[in-house]
């Protein structure tokens, strides 16, 4: 059967008829159709996406307007569908605005802002919206009462899907009990087959969002589960929007922002559209787009007092009709000029001449005119080039190894000399024309002298010749030129990205910090060793973006199976996808055992007790598609995860360390403990003596750190004795039963309840002791608690 393409124009009027059937799809349509790209492939994942959609937007609305979130999420099964409740304390969306949030896809405030924010398209909750009308039919639900409003709006809306409109059912004025905020219900077809996700994607919002108190309630709870805020936990900090940054930024985005800038000159656009780009920065940019545009000139040696070259006598056979004093003047000048300089390249010897001839001229009331200093020019640049050769031979000599011999470097420099004859006026080259003269010079040595020049040596050389040539002042193209010249506009491009420019700033991202990460941490995991790192900002496609890192191991994580993986960009968790993440693929690459960690076959995810967390924060996270599950396999950001995890695991190989040190340390202990008593007593029996105190020798035999109590009278002393290698500060506080007085070395007494609490911080250096005092009357009871110092290095005697 032949193809449709293949019976075009045999029928009259074919083409026409297909174009009659082309329309436009509105995106909405598109998404009805293909809702598995954003995340609503099935019953059990669409509850998930549905939940996370709503909370993120609660998220960023309560934090934009300065509150801290209080969020809550109930999911409950009604039949044949289930419906979602997500409510919000945040600042209300006006009666204007709701339909067009909730009722039209890409519609939002965020994409093209340069800041971090956890939606930015505009699809999220629509979508959420779509899917649940498609599947149940329904409208969705929707209440929103802004600060100072006495009563809050009523929605019920379905999303129109061939004009991608809100299409309002219900609008009225209504009573809520909450002063501001957003409640939206959904009913959807679903199922609760990813319970264990959908607990954990609640979990782990509180992780990366301690601010934050989330109450979530689904069918199987009787009551609904809290996650508090951590104690101390602030808003994030404020972001501000940016411009982009000029490394990493691509052609097409360049392009684009040519066509639309106000600037004229490369300069001003540089200044005025890139982050991090002063006057100087804007002066590199434009000196290395020079090296790519125009090629740098050639800077020769002046000629040498045993050269043949005469510089002074050129120019005096260049100039007539001047006078022969200003003549000889002008000449000797000019020659003095050059010979002051270690190089000369064209545009500068140029340069030269314009300044003499103005200070002769004026010396001798002569005119030294264009026509005149283009003579002299050429005359001296010819003395300047007429031996080239030689000043090749040193150039490529210094760049190439000894065991060159001097036949090979010559024969390479004259070769070298024939290209840049027959190159480009002025001695100009780009560098890649430059590695053409290299490499065609270095092949001709190879074939007709017998010489080898590899790689290595061939690029030490067009480095070596790239250092004295000089970038070149010409005026570079305006914006309005550029913005019409591709190739132009690419080496534009090349030059930002290979200049060098301070990192981005981070006032447009608020990463969630190391303490506030590990305070997370502990609050839903409870575990042994806790370890944050936040990296520097760091910058793709222009966008900067920071990673941060978090490791909990031991106490009562699983022991069994492989180490928990927590993935996060912008404050969201990421449930699905795992295998096709930047994240997990750089936490399968490190080799975990060089972290006390087991790795069955040295690579994958580690096993043991431990719980992994890698958070991706940037204006623009690189999602693999538009569900947002998984961190695309960007280099830049890679190379950060990986060090962002490497310095948390550093803390935690440092920690095994020790607890292994230190349960060696207590089993050799309680080995010496069972025996000191069995040597007292036999001690005792064939001394016939008293059994003798074997408590301090048990310390200094551990080398621990001994605490014990002595009373005389009314004073009472803390005696602690330093038996380890190194200084000690234990914090010891003493409780008392009686008001103590006289306290030494600076000590606090708090009462509480009858009961007084003394503090000490004392510094005791190895060897030696601290002795804490105080005084009491009466009789009292005692009890001592020393932190700082591990168990198995304390005898605490007191």
């Not at 809550?72 to 009604?78: A, G, K, L, N, S």
């Not at 480009?424 to 430059?434: G, V």
């Not at 431990?610 to 623009?620: C, D, F, L, P, R």
């Not at 301090?696 to 009472?716: F, H, K, S």
Request: hydrophobic residues 35%.
């Amino acid at each position: 059967m032949p193809s449709i393409q293949s019976t075009l124009g045999e029928e009259e009027g074919i083409a026409e008829e297909l174009a009659e059937s082309q329309r436009q799809i509105s995106i909405a349509e598109f998404f009805e159709k293909n809702k598995h790209m954003l995340g609503f492939d099935s019953g059990a994942r669409a509850l998930v996406t549905a939940v996370k959609e709503a909370v993120d937007n609660a998220l960023d609305a309560t934090e934009e307007a300065g509150i801290k979130p209080d969020i809550y999420v109930e999911i409950d099964d009604v039949g044949d569908y289930y419906t979602l409740v997500v409510e919000d304390n945040g600042p209300g969306i006006t009666k204007e605005q709701v339909p067009k949030v909730f009722g039209k896809l890409l519609y939002g405030s965020r994409f093209h802002a340069r800041e971090q924010s956890r939606g930015q398209q505009g699809i999220g909750i629509s979508a959420a919206v779509l899917y649940s009308q498609l599947t149940s039919g329904k409208p969705a639900k929707i209440t929103s009462r802004t600060k100072g409003s006495a009563e809050a709006q009523y929605f019920e809306l379905v999303i129109d899907t061939d004009e991608n409109e809100p299409e309002i059912r219900t609008e009225e004025t209504t009573s809520w009990d909450r002063t501001h905020g957003t409640r939206i219900e959904l009913e959807m077809e679903a199922n609760m087959r990813a319970r264990s996700q959908l607990v954990e994607y609640v979990k782990r919002t509180a992780v990366v969002n301690p601010h934050a108190r989330l109450t979530f309630k689904e069918p199987s709870m009787d009551e609904p589960e809290q996650f508090e805020r951590a104690e101390g936990a602030d808003l994030p900090a404020e972001t501000e929007e940016i411009r982009p940054h000029p490394h990493g930024v691509e052609l097409g985005t360049v392009l684009k922002m040519l066509a639309d800038t106000d600037s004229h000159s490369v300069s001003g656009f540089v200044q005025s559209e890139f982050t991090r780009v002063g006057k100087k920065t804007a002066d590199s940019i434009i000196d290395n787009f020079r090296d790519r545009h125009f090629g740098r000139e050639m800077a020769w040696r002046p000629p040498q007092a045993h050269d043949e070259a005469d510089v002074a006598r050129a120019v005096q056979q260049a100039v007539a009709n001047k006078g022969a004093d200003a003549t000889d003047a002008f000449a000797d000048e000019v020659s003095r000029n050059v010979d002051a300089r270690d190089r000369v390249a064209h545009h500068e010897l140029a340069e030269i001449v314009d300044e003499v001839a103005d200070e002769i001229g004026d010396e001798y009331g002569v005119t030294f005119g264009d026509t005149v200093q283009e003579n002299a020019v050429e005359a001296a640049w010819d003395e300047l080039t007429a031996d080239r050769t030689s000043d090749l031979y040193r150039l490529v000599d210094k760049a190439t190894s000894t065991r060159k011999d001097d036949e090979a470097i010559n024969g390479l420099a004259e070769r070298l000399e024939k290209r840049f004859e027959k190159g480009r006026e002025r001695d100009r080259a780009t560098r890649a024309q430059l590695r053409e003269y290299v490499d065609r010079a270095a092949d001709q040595t190879e074939e007709y002298d017998d010489a080898t020049f590899g790689d290595t040596a061939r690029e030490n050389v067009v480095t070596e010749l790239w250092s004295v040539m000089v970038t070149v002042p010409d005026e570079v193209p305006k914006v309005r030129d550029l913005a019409d010249d591709r190739d132009a506009t690419s080496e534009l491009t090349e030059a930002m990205r290979e200049t060098d420019i301070i990192s981005p700033p981070t006032n447009c991202l608020s990463p969630i910090t190391a303490d506030l990460l590990e305070a997370g941490l502990r609050k839903e995991y409870d575990a042994d060793f806790y370890a944050a790192s936040t990296r520097d900002a760091d910058v793709h496609g222009g966008d900067p973006f920071i990673v941060e890192a978090g490791i909990a191991y031991g106490g009562d994580l699983p022991a069994e199976g492989s180490a928990d993986v927590l993935r996060f960009a912008n404050r969201v968790p990421l449930v699905y996808q795992r295998g096709a993440c930047a994240t997990t693929d750089v936490v399968k690459s490190i080799g975990w055992r060089n972290y006390n960690l087991d790795q069955p076959g040295g690579s994958g995810i580690p096993n043991g007790p431990a719980v992994i967390m890698v958070h991706v924060a940037s204006t623009n996270v690189p999602f693999t598609s538009e569900s947002k599950d998984a961190v695309a396999n960007v280099p830049a950001i890679e190379d950060e995860i990986e060090l962002a995890i490497r310095e948390a695991a550093r803390e935690l190989k440092s920690y095994l360390n020790k607890r292994k040190s230190l349960e060696k340390r207590k089993k050799k202990q309680n080995v010496i403990a069972s025996i000191l008593p069995k040597m007292a007593e036999k001690l005792a029996d064939v001394t016939e003596a008293e059994e003798p105190e074997y408590d301090d020798a048990l310390a200094r035999i551990m080398n621990n750190v001994l605490v014990e109590r002595e009373r005389e009278d009314g004073r009472v002393r803390l005696v602690v004795e330093n038996h380890t290698s190194s200084n000690e500060s234990p914090e010891v506080t003493e409780i008392v039963t009686a008001e103590p007085s006289n306290l030494s070395d600076g000590a606090t007494a708090v009462d509480m309840d009858g009961e007084w609490f003394i503090k000490w911080s004392p510094t005791v250096a190895s060897g030696e002791e601290a002795v804490l005092e105080y005084d009491i009357d009466g009789d009292a009871s005692f009890d001592v608690s020393v932190e700082g110092i591990e168990d198995a290095k304390l005898t605490n005697n007191a």
